[in-house]
């Protein structure tokens, strides 16, 4: 097994870049997920403006502003930590910090992971081309895993909560929250794909007859971070400037 974990304290404090992320975790190919335009900005200008490395109490961590009236991805929502090879059962686990009167509206995106072109944005997988599983939270910080795979029940990403004992778990408000998630990939021609999601210590999903791909070449390939509200449209959008925190990524695969 192989890890990569977060240390930000080898970052300047300031707005998130490229080569940020590189030092953190120590790789050279990590990069923001971004279309064509965007690359162009990027190469006058290589920092995310709503990702900021800042300092809270004694930890070096990154902030994620998300702007009044805003919503939908920006550079910077979406970036990519690379493996330094594929495996088909990968672990991530990292700490998010909810201030206490943070606005959920009717949900937004977190980080997951993912395969191939990991697919999103309604890129339905053909189980030879990728794959992605993120978290996301709904509203009252309802937490569910977001998945990507060929028999997914709507286009858009299928939903599945999180639940102990009959309740949601949800997101706490005004300190850290600890959220892991675990994927095996399924056996070619077998339906038993593994995902589990935990929040806090408390195991709230359990999926085990996912099939993510027909073809053994596909694996897990990279760390995905994906943060912003959304949904695509205002109704997503807080009425209010607000904020999480991110820190001590680690992922095993």
Known sequence: MAQLFSDFSKCRQGPLSEKSLRRAFGVHKASFVVGYFKRIRL?????????????????????????????????????????????ASTSLKFMVYVP???????????????????????????????????????????????LYYPDMSERFGEKRFLESNGDLLRLKRGGWNELLL?????????????????????????????????????????FMFSCFM???????????????LFKDFLITY
């Open 182 to 222: 675990s994927v095996e990939l399924n056996s070619i021609d077998k339906n038993d794909g593994k995902v589990t999601c935990a929040l806090n210590g408390t195991v709230g999903l359990e999926l085990n007859s996912i099939t993510f791909r027909k073809d053994e070449r596909l694996k897990a390939d990279y």
């Open 100 to 146: 206490s009167n943070f606005d959920f509206v009717k949900g937004g995106k977190l980080p997951g992971l993912a395969g191939g072109k990991g697919n999103s944005g309604g890129a339905i997988p053909t189980g030879y081309d990728g794959w992605s599983v993120r978290f996301m939270f709904k509203e009252h910080g309802n937490l569910c895993a977001y």
């Open 43 to 87: 190469w006058f200008r290589n920092v995310a403006p709503r990702l900021e490395v800042v300092k809270h109490e004694s930890d070096m961590v990154v902030r994620c502003y998300f702007p009044s009236g805003g919503f939908g991805p920006f550079i910077g929502s979406s970036w990519r930590i690379p493996f330094k090879r594929a495996s």
């Open 230 to 244: 959304g949904g695509g449209d205002s109704s997503y959008a807080p009425s209010r400037n607000q904020y999480l």
